[in-house]
Each structure stands twice: as C-alpha cells, then as structure tokens.
C-alpha cells in the first residue's frame, strides 16, 4: 500500500512538472525538430503541427533560425520553394522573397527547395533520401474556412461569429493599427448549423486604411483626408491580395485569398510579441492564453472568446 502511494505521488508529481514545462515561455518564434528528412516530409510535418516550415523574411529572422538550431554548423529546410523549376523561389505559402541570403546562387538541377546552412542558403533536391535533413517550423496564424483560425501562438480553433470581429491589433492604450475581418454566412448555412466565411479584410495604421472586399482594395484615411506617404503597401494579382505594413520592428504580412477566402498573417520582428491582441492571440509563446478577451480574462470556450472581440459599434447586412 505505501510503495502505490508512493509510485502515485512520483507519477502526479512528473505530470505537474511537465504541466509546468510546457506553459514556460518560447524564447523564439522558431521551434527546432532535429529530425532528418526530405523537404517534402518536413513541410508535412510542420502542417502536422498546425505550423509552417520557417519562412525566413529579413536578417533578423535568419539570425533567430541560426540560434534556434543551437549556432553555427547546422543544416536545416527552410519553407521557399522554386514551383515551376523556372529558379525563382518564393515562400512555400506564397508570395515573394522579402529577403534572400544565398550562398551560392539557385542553379538549375540543384533542385527546388532551399537549405539553409548556418545562415546562407542553397538549392536542394525536395524530395530525395541522399537529402535528408533537420528542419524549423513556425506558427501560422490564419483565418480560413468556416472560420478556422490559427493563433500566433499556433492555437487552431474555429468560430462562427458573424459580422466584424478584431483579428489582431497593437495592444497599447494607443494603437499603433488594427485588422479586423467581416464574417458572413455561407450558402449551405442552416439555422441549426451557421457556417461563416470571411468576405472583408479592414487594415488600419495610424490614420490609413486599406479595406479588402472580394479581390478590391479600397484605401484612405479615417478622416478622410488624402496623404502622400501611405504606410499600408497594396500588392495585387489575380488571385491574391498581399498588404504590407511596418510597424516599431515588426513587418506585418497579410496575404488574402479570395478563392478560399482566407487570410494569412506573417510577422518579422519581435517588438509586438505578448503585445498584441484579438482573435489571433497575444504572440508570446504560450498557446494557454490565447483566448483572453479584451477586460483581460483568459477563458476556454472558443464561442465565448470569439463573441468578445466583435466590433460592437460596426452595422453589417
Ligand atoms: C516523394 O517521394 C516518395 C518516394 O519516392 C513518393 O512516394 C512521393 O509521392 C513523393 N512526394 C512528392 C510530393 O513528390
Ligand atoms: C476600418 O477600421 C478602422 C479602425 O477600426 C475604422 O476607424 C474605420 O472606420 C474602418 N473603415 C471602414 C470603412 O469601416
């Protein structure tokens, strides 16, 4: 009977401490998987995280992967990839290199997808048993589906909310900008079951705003005034709409596709870590806290959580 009692204490007393383990903070964005395998399996496995394989936008991204596999001397997948084998990568996710730290520049029959070595980057084979290799992954935070949404943090959770709700915003007392996002019912909505979808995308710094609505952007500013410097950068294609803005150290990244009427959200920089707020989390590391409501209390019911950040004084059809 006492050896059971003590097995028991030993055995709640190991779950605590891994309790404890995983709400310690990340000290990066980055989570190292010192694993070896294609590009392909490593960009499963991220997914298989609710991540992404690391999409590395700027120095100080490239020196936050460096110090996340341990320093110099390693080799790690990272998330570009060269689609059409024509030599220009772009993210696994979409988009354009903001950044690009090759080593030697992307030959053809290199292959397709990039390694980094200990910051500099080359082309590799994505999908050969001669290349295997460790991998980073980071979050993804996104707002897709009915809505399904990634925190930061990396939390998935889904919410049918309808009219607009804050995505994410600065924190502070003053905000620096807001993204909030219109959801609407879908057509296969029932009344038992409502299934939403976001149609509009409201991007505001400082006194400009930039509104997404199906694939047109309208832009201006709050007052109504025309300014010269427009700190919100507007890129279009066909199927994507990417919005820029900087902010303190952080280049936000909102990529918008229609088709699936989804958006995703990439950060660079770390001045708004813990500092933000709004259905996509506070971004500091710990998914436990991600569903705090604006007065500040954390609680557990995605519904609950979602409903607080509706954008009370806004109408919608
Ligand atoms: C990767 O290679 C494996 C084994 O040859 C193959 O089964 C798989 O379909 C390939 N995956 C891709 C995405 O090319
Ligand atoms: C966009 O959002 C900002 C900040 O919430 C708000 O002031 C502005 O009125 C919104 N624009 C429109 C056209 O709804």
């Not at 999908?127 to 925190?151: A, S, Y």
Request: net charge negative.
């Amino acid at each position: 009977m006492l050896r059971l009692l003590i097995i028991l204490t030993i055995a709640s007393f190991a779950v605590a401490a891994s309790t404890e383990r995983s709400i310690e903070k990340r000290s990066s964005k980055y989570e190292f998987v010192n694993e070896a395998v294609t590009w392909v399996d490593a960009k499963a496995a991220c997914e298989a995280k609710n991540k992404k394989l690391a999409e590395i936008r700027s120095q100080a991204d490239e020196d936050e992967a460096v110090a996340a596999v341990g320093g110099g001397g390693a080799a790690f997948w990272i998330g570009l990839v060269d689609l059409d084998g024509d030599l220009i990568f772009e993210y696994a996710t979409g988009g354009s290199l903001t950044f690009t730290s090759w080593n030697t520049a992307p030959f053809q029959g290199g292959g397709q997808c990039v390694v980094d070595f200990s910051g500099l980057w080359r082309n590799s084979l994505c999908n050969d048993t001669r290349m295997m290799m460790p991998f980073i992954c980071e979050p993804d935070p996104q707002v897709t589906g009915d809505p399904h949404l990634t925190t930061f943090d990396g939390r998935p959770f889904s919410f049918q909310g309808i009219c607009w709700h804050t995505l994410f915003k600065d924190c502070s007392t003053n905000p620096a900008f807001e993204v909030t996002a219109e959801f609407e019912p879908r057509e296969d909505s029932t009344l038992e079951h409502v299934r939403t979808r976001t149609v509009s995308v409201n991007v505001t710094v400082g006194d400009d705003f930039a509104i997404i609505n199906g694939l047109d952007v309208v832009t201006g500013t709050t007052d109504g005034h025309v300014t010269a410097a427009r700190p919100i950068h507007v890129q279009e294609d066909d199927k994507t709409v990417t919005l820029t803005f900087i902010s303190k150290d952080t280049t936000f990244t909102l990529s918008w596709t229609l088709k699936k009427h989804s958006l995703r959200v990439s950060t660079s920089g770390s001045d708004y870590r813990g500092h933000l707020c709004g259905l996509l989390g506070n971004d500091d590391g710990d998914t436990l806290n991600d569903f705090t409501k604006p007065d500040g209390a954390v609680v557990h019911d995605a519904a609950e959580f979602g409903e607080s950040w509706r954008v009370e004084w806004k109408k919608c059809d």
